[in-house]
């Protein structure tokens, strides 16, 4: 296990290497530069030479790249044009809000999900069965911006639909993540008040990777069903349950594992529709206004951002099938 853990860790330099070099190469392939990108399009020639200057832009292109890697590695990403504050620091206000919404989403497509997923294979044909797979085309296809109106409209006087607390709400601020700090603080009124606010913008951003678990898992575990192992399991008298959870959901999961954990990065990098519409707070409502705004140092800080919780979740996906299936610590 340790040995994977290295390895996975190893493997993270060159892929985080190769992209700081395509964002390097984007941000001085710019229309105009960085500096025209920095002081608008009406800015003068000496006010771009003034800012290439500061920023060092007017040196070798080796030089260049070595002082953008080495703020990577410092974490200084820059200031914010929006705010006038670091990069950093907005990203450490902000992260606590989406990294909460998310994995509320995702709690709520695995827990129904993969129970789903699975009913359906077991009683394929039947109406479950009908019933989940509709449910899951109607999931994919119908616009998240759209479902959050239907669910603020229909349920806007029972949960939250702004922000992430009610304005009355004197609360505590811990860790940054609203309902765990309302538990360790004792505030459990703030608790509650912020796990509501949950509900609406969770269902909606779970709405996609809920629809895509459980088709993933009807169809593992229906590809495990015809398998000669479980035949022969069954053949022997085992134990219902022991055939399903040992045989059957065990060797089913590993393909969902892999769905989870992607679908989890892309909850981190595509909340910003859901942020917007329930005003949430997160890095996601504020990359929404970068772009808006051309801040290019947030927009790169949100890249590296998120490529570095994609490849942490990939390392976690696969120590997840070591657990899931020794054989890969085998191997």
């Not at 989406?98 to 997923?117: D, H, K, N, Q």
């Not at 008040?193 to 990777?209: F, K």
């Not at 570095?308 to 610590?329: E, G, K, Q, W």
Request: glycine share 10%.
């Amino acid at each position: 296990m340790l040995r994977l853990v290295v390895r996975r860790l190893l493997q993270l330099i060159p892929t985080l290497l190769g992209l700081s070099v395509l964002l390097f190469i984007w941000l001085n392939r710019l229309p105009g530069g960085p500096a025209s990108a920095i002081l608008g399009e009406r800015a003068t020639e000496a006010d771009v030479a003034r800012i290439n200057r500061a920023l060092g832009l007017d040196q070798p292109i080796y030089v260049q790249y070595g002082r953008f890697l080495k703020r990577l590695l410092d974490l200084d990403l820059g200031t914010s044009v929006q705010t006038g504050q670091p990069v950093w620091d907005e990203f450490v206000l902000r992260f606590p809000a989406t990294v909460e919404l998310s994995l509320a989403a995702m709690l709520i497509a695995v827990v129904v999900g993969v129970p789903l997923g699975y009913i359906a294979a077991r009683k394929r044909g039947g109406w479950i069965d009908v019933a989940s797979v509709s449910g899951s085309l109607v999931g994919i296809c119908i616009p998240v911006f759209f479902l959050a109106q239907l669910l603020k409209a229909a349920f806007g006087d029972v949960f939250g639909t702004f922000g992430r607390q009610s304005t009355g709400i004197d609360a505590t601020s811990v860790t940054g993540f609203a309902v765990l700090d309302g538990v360790l603080t004792g505030e459990f009124d703030a608790a509650w008040d912020a796990l509501m606010h949950l509900v609406l913008p969770g269902v909606t951003l779970a709405t996609i990777p809920l629809a895509v678990i459980v088709r993933m898992t009807r169809a593992s575990v229906l590809e495990v069903l015809g398998e000669d192992y479980v035949r022969t399991a069954e053949s022997k008298g085992l134990e219902r349950r022991i055939v399903r959870g040992r045989h059957v959901l065990r060797n089913a999961l590993l393909p969902v594992v892999t769905a989870i954990g992607l679908l989890t990065g892309s909850l981190l990098s595509g909340a910003v529709l859901t942020e917007s519409v329930f005003t949430f707070g997160g890095i996601g409502s504020f990359i929404r206004t970068a772009i808006d705004g051309r801040d290019y140092p947030v927009l790169v800080g949100f890249i590296m951002f998120i490529a570095l919780i994609y490849v942490v979740i990939n390392m976690l996906v696969d120590l997840a099938y070591s657990v899931i299936d020794p054989r890969v610590r085998v191997h």
